[in-house]
């Protein structure tokens, strides 16, 4: 069983910062790219940011120069610093995460998401 738990979320005001975490657990045995996605109401899901197990990353225009995504190896854990948050950002934020999982000598391929967490951003 793997899990993916995201915190950070809430409300903040334009201008403002809040940093996502979200830490993966389970019979893992490896995490290659692990990734932020949004989705607003009314909207399909969008990638926000994504970062591989060597560190190169990757962002969405629309969020490059403010958010910045980074990860610790050994806690599973990713995170999404976001400062000079704007309205347009509201959404619920997603982790996801490229898993390999061990179990009885043997390895799998997973891809999983998080439950989300809400980020709303209004005065």
């Known amino acids: 069983q793997v899990q993916l738990v995201e915190s950070g979320g809430g409300l903040v005001q334009p201008g403002g910062s809040l940093r996502l975490s979200c830490a993966a657990s389970?019979?893992?045995?490896?995490?290659?790219?692990m990734g932020w996605y949004r989705q607003a109401p009314g909207k399909e899901r969008e990638l926000v940011a994504s970062?591989?197990?060597?560190?190169?990353?990757n962002y969405a225009d629309s969020v490059k120069g403010r958010f910045t995504i980074s990860r610790d190896n050994a806690k599973n854990t990713v995170y999404l610093q976001m400062n000079n948050l704007k309205p347009e950002d509201t959404a619920v934020y997603y982790c996801?995460?490229?898993?390999?999982?061990?179990?009885?000598?043997?390895?799998?391929?997973?891809?999983?998401w998080g439950q989300g967490t809400q980020v709303t951003v209004s005065s």
């Open positions: 970062i591989t197990s060597g560190g190169s990353t």
């Open positions: 389970g019979s893992i045995f490896s995490i290659n790219t």
């Open positions: 996801n995460a490229d898993l390999i999982l061990t179990l009885s000598a043997r390895y799998y391929s997973r891809n999983s």
